[in-house]
Each structure stands twice: as C-alpha cells, then as structure tokens.
C-alpha cells in the first residue's frame, strides 16, 4: 500500500523560511510527478508547485510563489521531494498537501498526504 507523509510545517514569522518534505512509500515503480498543493481556510485547494521527471526543467510554480518557493526532488533519498518556502508571507498560511502521481502494483494513481499546516504571522 503506497503511503505519502508530509513533515516540515509550523509557525514562522514575515519573511521567514519553512522547508517541507513528502516522502512516498510502498511497492513503487515508478514517480511521475510529484507536487505540493493548498488550501487556506475557507478555500478551494491550488497547485503550488510541481515537479515531474526531468528535475528542474520539468517544475512549474503558481504565479503567487514563483522566485520565493522551489520544488526539488531528493537525489538522495527515492521518492521524496522539498519545498523551500522563503520571504513568507500571511497569504501563504494554509495545510499544505503532498500530492504524488506514480505507478505501483496498485496501478496508476494519485496519492495524497494527510498535509502540514504552515502559519505565517508576526
């Protein structure tokens, strides 16, 4: 059973950083991209950032976070992928969710993590 798990989020100040990690588990293939979404309170869950196979050339950012976040998968470590959050901002506090697009013996699908909460406030 493929699992996906978020750490990373908290509290921080204006201006401050956050980095948040996912990492997916289980009888995997193959990861085709792997992405963070949120949802401010009250609102509908946005894309925040992508990456898919091909590293850097394959990300795509929200217009919102575009030079302040960045998406980068773990060389190291299979299956894992970081969020550098920077110059935060209180339009920025929301439950990030981990989303993961693979192949594994269950087939082709989307996961997704239960989410970290991320505030930003002064």
């Known amino acids: 059973q493929v699992q996906v798990v978020e750490s990373g989020g908290g509290l921080v100040q204006p201006g401050g950083s956050l980095r948040l990690s996912c990492a997916a588990s289980?009888?995997?293939?193959?990861?085709?991209?792997m992405g963070w979404y949120r949802q401010p309170p009250g609102k509908q869950r946005d894309l925040v950032a992508r990456?898919?196979?091909?590293?850097?050339?394959?990300?795509?950012y929200a217009d919102s976070v575009r030079g302040r976040f960045t998406i980068s998968r773990d060389n190291a470590a299979e299956n894992t992928v970081h969020l550098q959050m920077n110059n935060l901002k209180s339009e920025d506090t929301a439950v990030y969710f981990c989303n993961v697009y693979l192949r594994s013996n269950e087939g082709v699908k989307d996961y997704w993590g239960q989410g970290t909460q991320v505030t930003v406030s002064s």
């Open positions: 990456i898919g196979n091909g590293g850097a050339e394959t990300t795509n």
């Open positions: 289980g009888y995997i293939f193959s990861t085709y991209t």
